[in-house]
C-alpha cells in the first residue's frame, strides 16, 4: 500500500473550501487545515473553519494571526463600506473594494511554509474563477505561476526532493457545480460561513457579493442554503 | 521635478538590511520600513530594525506579527540547536537548520501587500548569493520569479497600472563589499543586530554563522565591527 501523502488546505471556513477539503479527503490526502485571523471583518468563518476542520477530522488545524489591518486597503480589512445588492454585471466589472492586497500570495506562501515544515508537498485552495468577481489572485495564470516560485523558493528547489503542486479543483466550476459536488461528497454547509459583513451574532447579510453567490449558487443548484440570513 | 516613488523596504534589523535601507534612501525612494515578528530566537533583532528605521527617517516602520514558530521546521523557530563554529566549508554544503522554511517568500509577498496599498511598485529586499549560507530563498532565479508572480497577484497585473520591482541591491556583493558600501552611506552598524542566538540581554554570541560571517567580513573590509560580543 502506498504512503499515505500529507496535504495543507487552506481552510477560510466558506463554501468553497469546505468543498475543497472534502475533495483532498476524498483523493486520499492527509489534510491539514491551515486558517488566518487576519483581521477580517468577518471573523465568524474561523468558527465555521474549525467546525468543517472537525467534521472532516483532518490530522491537524492551525490558524495563523496576521493583522493585514496594519496595510489597510480593503473593505474587509479597513473602514470602508462592503457593497450590498449588486447587480451581476456590476460585480463582474473590475476589481471589487472586498480585494484584500496580495491575500492568496500571502495565504499560499504560509501555506506553502508549513508544507516544508511537515515534509508535504500538495497544497489545496479553492479559488475560482469563474464567480471569482475579479480578485487577480483567483486566476489559473496566477496559480500556475506560484507553483512555479514554490519549487524554487524551498529545500526541493535545491536538492529536487520533490515538486510542490497547487491544486485548484474548482477553479473552472461555477457555484452550483461546486454544491453539487460537495453535497456528493457529504459537506455540511449548514456549518459553513460565507457573509462578508454579518451581524454581531454572525449571522449573514445576505446582501454582499459573497452572500448573493452563495444564495444564487444553490438556486441553481436546485438545493436549498441551510445557514440562515438576516430578514 | 518627477514625484518621489514609494518603496517598501524589508528591515531585520541586521546589516545587510541596515545597508538595503540605506541604498533605497540614497536611490531617493520614500521607504516604508517592514519588520517581523515572527518567534524567531534572536528577537533582539526587531529593537535594532526600530532604531535602523528611527535613524533613517524612514515614513512609517510596521511590524507585523507572524507566529512561524506553529510550523516549526528551523532551529530559528524550533528547539533545534544553532550550529556554532562552523568553517566556511560546511556552512556552505546544504542548507543549514536555521533555514526557515518559504520565510522570503512570505515576507516578499506581505510587502507585497503593503506596497499595492500604498500605490508602491518597488520592494527592497537585502538578500545575498554569495556568503548566503544555503538559502534557496536567496538566490537571484527566486527573486526573478516573484517579480513574475508580483505581477499576476495584484490589481497592476490586471488593469497595468504599474510594474512591481525587486531591488537586490546586494544580491551579488561580498559582506566586505556590503560594509564597505554602508559606511559610504553613512549607515551606523552599531545600531544592527546579525547574532542568531544572542544571550538574555541581547548580547552576539561571537560562534553562530551570522556573527561569524559578520565579523570576518568587518575583517575584510578593514573596518572595526562596533558591536559588542560575548567574551
Redesign the interface.
Known amino acids: 500500500m502506498p504512503e499515505t501523502k500529507r496535504a495543507v488546505v487552506l481552510l477560510s471556513g466558506g463554501l468553497d473550501s469546505a468543498t475543497t477539503l472534502a475533495i483532498a479527503k476524498s483523493e486520499g490526502y492527509e489534510c491539514y487545515a491551515l486558517s488566518f485571523d487576519y483581521g477580517q471583518r468577518h471573523r465568524f468563518e474561523l468558527e465555521a473553519a474549525t467546525k468543517v476542520a472537525q467534521a472532516n477530522r483532518v490530522e491537524d488545524h492551525?490558524t495563523?494571526?496576521?493583522?493585514?489591518r496594519?496595510?489597510?486597503?480593503?473593505a474587509l480589512t479597513a473602514d470602508i463600506d462592503v457593497p450590498k445588492d449588486r447587480d451581476e454585471e456590476t460585480m463582474s466589472a473590475g476589481?471589487p473594494v472586498t480585494?484584500?492586497?496580495?491575500?492568496?500570495?500571502?495565504f499560499?506562501?504560509?501555506a506553502?511554509?508549513?508544507a516544508?515544515?511537515?515534509g508535504a508537498f500538495d497544497l489545496f485552495i479553492g479559488v475560482n474563477a469563474v464567480d471569482y468577481s475579479?480578485y487577480?489572485?483567483c486566476?489559473p495564470?496566477?496559480i500556475e505561476?506560484?507553483t512555479?516560485?514554490?519549487n524554487?523558493?524551498?529545500?526541493a528547489?535545491?536538492?529536487n526532493s520533490g515538486k510542490f503542486e497547487v491544486h485548484t479543483p474548482l477553479i473552472h466550476l461555477t457555484k452550483a457545480e461546486i454544491i453539487n459536488k460537495g453535497i456528493s461528497l457529504g459537506v455540511d454547509y449548514g456549518l459553513t460561513h460565507s457573509c462578508y459583513d454579518p451581524s454581531s451574532e454572525g449571522v449573514s447579510c445576505g446582501h454582499c457579493d459573497s452572500c448573493q453567490l452563495r444564495q444564487k449558487g444553490f438556486q441553481e443548484a436546485g438545493s436549498v442554503d441551510p445557514i440562515a440570513y438576516q430578514s
Chains 1, 2 share one sequence.
Open positions: 492551525i495563523i494571526d496576521i493583522d493585514l496594519k496595510f489597510g486597503g480593503s476589481i480585494y484584500v492586497p496580495a491575500r492568496n500570495t500571502v499560499l506562501s504560509l506553502l511554509g508549513w516544508e515544515a511537515l475579479g487577480p489572485d486566476r495564470e496566477f505561476q506560484f512555479k516560485l514554490a524554487l523558493a524551498t529545500k528547489g535545491v536538492d
